[in-house]
């Protein structure tokens, strides 16, 4: 019963859904990202370099700035010109998405962790280098449950939720919404009706990458204050099948975000319940529960889920 | 048809000759020489005959990742989860050479390549099963399978298969299941499991050019809806391809223990090498024979790096940035065509 009584503790204490709004966080990012692309009919598989740049890039500006916004800032210029040889590649020269966009995440693993060194002077993790402060929301110190949440937490949190209603009301209710679905269910007919497809498409994709960097942001300075080699974990693919569980729909996208992000944070919980205890080599086993839960998900509602028609084909101008 | 071939021959080669270009400009802005950096490179890979053993021992498991890769996308398949099979066919064949005692080798070798293959191709058709049932995209799905794996297998062998102190790692195999050393200069031992790859990529070869169910696959990669059309079960053959490719990187991961001291299970062990099949495979064309020679530079590459490391200071993850710029100038092979044709048409002018 031990087992049952430690998830009851687990889901009456605030700290849960704390843990799981911080978890869900950077996969909301990428996730809004990831639809960007696609609802225009490209393929971005690169979320997970692009996160990666995004973290880096951040922690080095921070480092040479002191100023973590500034580090964000940087985060996001580099991430959309990285991207954009993505774009680039994807749009003008008709290049298959799916490997331009694993060499776009090997590119960001090998770079970051090359320059790991003649930047900070040792390799694997920096050290603290600095983050954002949190946002002390004081009208809800006292409020039970609901203020043990949302008192103290990273402005990062409240950007996403932002995120996710600005490209709601972006998606469905502008012109401009509606040129990007155009693109990317029926390229021919937008072209025929005068959209500038291969224009949208870069808007799609690079607007993309400006979430999926603050996404990476977030995971150095919003929230550990250092960089490690290859510490995304997997988070862009997981935010794929966010968007996807989502689909294609930002709304859904955060909620299937949360999902995961409360798979992560009962892991995590459970590692350190004090009512079981978890020998440290069974500890690996926990923590795949998140990539289980995707292979799952991906592979449960795939087919229920619809992607954007013309996604991932590339579009040729007919002379 | 002469042209295509020259140009199938070409973008590769050029994309190689601008990775390296390029990653000499980043070897620069650190600070550092570049030419001076690929020439320990070359020493530090072909320099002597202990050079050339550790490379031809690192090409091993890379070729294996490499046609896992290549025979995936022969039949429209993108298996970006060699990294993952790999891990599990090296646990399911290095548990099966720790218990397989003094049975003769002849019988034992086979038998532990056998069972890599085997966990390769399980943990693989996981990802065809649900591509063809469900149409998960495998490259998610793999990505996910890679990350059970590590997870996985550090369980393995801090638990269940743990022995001794200090590093994770399980017991060592039996003696009967190391594979025949041809070659030994000073620390560098070099087994026959090149050969081994090599015969599986010239099967390989025959098999995609010469036999039906080969040019039935690659049909099935070329056009899916035609070959349903034309008879072929599209979810079999999907199947079928993740299950093969699944065996190819099993077997690189198994050989790699059975061949390579300490001849032990020491989980996380693929350091990337289910990822340089992708380049490989792409380099060398999907073709097998192309692969062999990228598997070479390849592995070139991750020696000499090494050499470079210790010796110019220079970090050895140049080597994934310039394969994942190679990856990315042949999947958009135009860019590479149309710099073919500009300096082509310069020459014209110039003649003119």
């Given at each position: 019963m031990s087992w049952i009584e430690a998830i009851f503790n687990i889901l009456v204490n605030p700290l849960f859904y704390q843990m799981a709004l911080l978890s869900a966080t950077p996969l909301i990012f990428a996730s809004i990202g990831g639809t960007f692309s696609e609802k225009t009919g490209v393929t971005n598989i690169a979320l997970e370099g692009i996160m990666l740049m995004g973290a880096f890039i951040s922690i080095v500006f921070t480092y040479l700035t002191g100023n973590p916004w500034i580090g964000i800032l940087m985060a996001v210029v580099v991430g959309v010109g990285f991207t954009w040889f993505h774009a680039w590649a994807s749009i003008?020269?008709?290049?298959d998405q799916i490997v331009s966009g694993t060499a776009l995440n090997i590119i960001a693993l090998g770079l970051t962790a090359f320059l790991m060194k003649p930047i900070?002077?040792?390799?694997g993790r920096t050290d603290f280098i600095g983050r954002v402060q949190n946002v002390k929301l004081e009208f809800l110190k006292d409020v039970p449950f609901i203020g043990d949440i949302f008192?103290?937490?990273?402005p990062f949190v409240y950007l996403a939720l932002i995120s996710v209603l600005f490209s709601w009301i972006l998606f469905y209710r502008t012109p401009l919404g509606l040129r990007m679905a155009a693109v990317g269910e029926n390229p021919e007919a937008a072209d025929t009706l005068g959209i500038n497809v291969f224009g949208t498409r870069y808007f799609g994709v690079l607007t993309g990458s400006i979430f999926a960097s603050l996404g990476g942001a977030f995971l150095s300075v919003?929230?550990?204050?250092s960089f490690g080699e290859?510490?995304?974990?997997g988070r862009g693919f997981i935010a794929l099948a966010a968007m996807i569980l989502g689909n294609w729909n930002p709304v859904g996208a955060l909620l299937a975000s949360l999902l995961f992000g409360a798979a992560e944070a009962m892991n995590l919980q459970l590692q350190s319940s004090s009512i079981i205890s978890v020998p440290n080599t069974v500890k690996p086993l926990f923590n795949m529960l998140p990539f289980i839960i995707t292979l799952i998900v991906v592979g449960g509602f795939v087919g229920k889920s619809r992607s954007?028609?013309?996604?991932?084909a590339p579009y040729e101008k007919k002379a | 048809m002469k042209q295509n071939k020259l140009y199938a021959f070409l973008v590769p080669v050029i994309s190689v000759i601008i990775a390296l270009l390029i990653a000499s400009v980043i070897i620069l802005s650190v600070g550092k020489n570049p030419i001076e950096a690929y020439s320990i490179m070359i020493v530090g890979a072909f320099g002597g005959s202990e050079q050339i053993a550790d490379t031809l021992v690192k090409m091993t498991p890379l070729l294996l990742t490499g046609l896992a890769v290549g025979f995936g996308f022969r039949a429209g398949?993108?298996?970006?989860g060699a990294e993952g099979q790999m891990t599990m066919g090296a646990l399911l064949g290095a548990v099966v050479a720790m218990n397989i005692?003094?049975?003769p080798s002849v019988i034992a070798i086979p038998i532990c390549i056998i069972s890599g293959m085997i966990g390769g191709a399980l943990w693989a058709s996981i990802a065809g099963f649900l591509k063809a049932?469900?149409?998960?995209h495998e490259v998610i799905t793999t990505i996910m399978l890679n990350w059970i794996a590590v997870n996985l297998s550090s369980f393995m062998v801090t638990g269940p298969l743990a022995v001794g102190s200090g590093t994770p790692k399980s017991p060592e195999i039996a003696d009967s299941a190391k594979l025949p050393v041809v070659l030994k200069v000073q620390a560098s031992e070099m087994s026959i499991a090149i050969f081994i790859a090599v015969v599986v990529a010239i099967i390989m070869y025959v098999y995609l050019e010469k036999t039906t169910s080969g040019y039935e696959l690659k049909g099935v990669g070329f056009n899916p809806y035609a070959a349903e059309y034309g008879g072929i079960s599209i979810k079999k053959s999907i199947i079928m391809t993740m299950a093969i490719s699944g065996a190819l990187a099993g077997m690189a991961g198994i050989v790699d223990i059975l061949g390579v001291?300490?001849?032990?299970?020491?989980?996380?062990?693929?350091g990337g090498r289910g990822f340089d099949g992708i380049a490989i495979a792409l380099i060398g064309r999907n073709n097998p024979i192309g692969i062999i020679f990228a598997a070479l530079l390849i592995a070139a590459l991750r020696t000499g790096s090494n050499a470079m490391q210790v010796?110019?200071?220079?970090?050895?993850?140049i080597v994934s940035i310039i394969q994942g710029i190679v990856i990315f100038l042949v999947a958009s092979e135009r860019i590479v065509y149309s710099l073919m044709q500009l300096t082509k048409r310069k020459k014209g002018s110039a003649a003119a």
């Open positions: 003008r020269w008709c290049a900070f002077g040792n390799e008192y103290d937490l990273s919003g929230e550990l204050g290859n510490m995304i974990h954007p028609a013309a996604d991932g | 398949i993108f298996n970006i005692g003094s049975v049932f469900t149409g998960a001291p300490p001849n032990r299970f020491v989980g996380e062990l693929s010796q110019a200071q220079i970090p050895d993850d």
